[in-house]
């Protein structure tokens, strides 16, 4: 059997992002699903979406989740899951990372057990500053405790977020201008082959 895989590509002027997802091995449907958007006129949203276990079930949850934020996402991101969390009732629950980013800067928010780092060059030195970012706990759909939303500074640089389908990494270790090349070196490195994978970086 095949194994399901989803790739994406897409510029915004100064923006690249590339998203790449894979099923678990010996799957034909895929929990983790992204979302790459324009927003509030020139903002860009993006999301990476990891519906829990894997199977159709999973996939499920991830396209409800995918398809709201597609259909609301001129809303505040606060707004935004929230909004995810009431849709996701009834279904088998999601974890998701979701940031907008406009001029200099991103606003996150992470809910569950997923990832995202931020590389950034913005500094007088020349030297590139790493950041883990924080995600509250909880599952979109069953139990959303007190999440916020963190606002970065962000003029150049790359934002890293991935499923727990890719293991701990540090992102200032792959870094390079081929977004592809990078995310297949992480993802051949750290993907778990026992479950669902997803990694999406985008460049400034």
């Not at 159709?56 to 396209?63: D, F, P």
């Amino acid at each position: 059997m095949m194994v399901k895989v989803k790739e994406c590509e897409k510029r915004f002027g100064d923006i690249r992002i590339f998203s790449y997802s894979r099923a678990k091995k010996g799957e034909e449907h895929c929990g983790d699903a992204c979302l790459v958007e324009e927003c509030d006129g020139n903002n860009i949203i993006i999301a990476v979406v990891d519906g829990l276990g894997h199977g159709k079930k999973a996939e499920e949850a991830s396209e409800v989740a995918v398809n709201f934020i597609k259909s609301h996402k001129n809303l505040p991101l606060d707004k935004i899951v929230r909004g995810v969390h009431s849709a996701l009732s009834g279904t088998r629950g999601a974890v998701a990372s979701i940031s907008k980013i406009s001029d200099g800067r991103i606003a996150f928010v992470g809910v569950g057990n997923i990832s995202a780092q931020i590389v950034s060059e913005n500094n007088e030195r020349g030297e590139k500053l790493q950041r883990h970012l924080f995600s509250a706990s909880g599952v979109l759909g069953w139990n959303l405790r007190h999440f916020k939303v963190f606002t970065y500074e962000f003029m150049s640089g790359w934002l890293v977020m991935n499923t727990d389908g890719v293991g701990h990494f540090i992102a200032s270790e792959y870094l390079s201008e081929n977004l592809r090349e990078m995310a297949m070196k992480i993802m051949k490195e750290h993907g778990k082959a026992d479950d669902d994978a997803t990694i999406l970086i985008l460049k400034r």
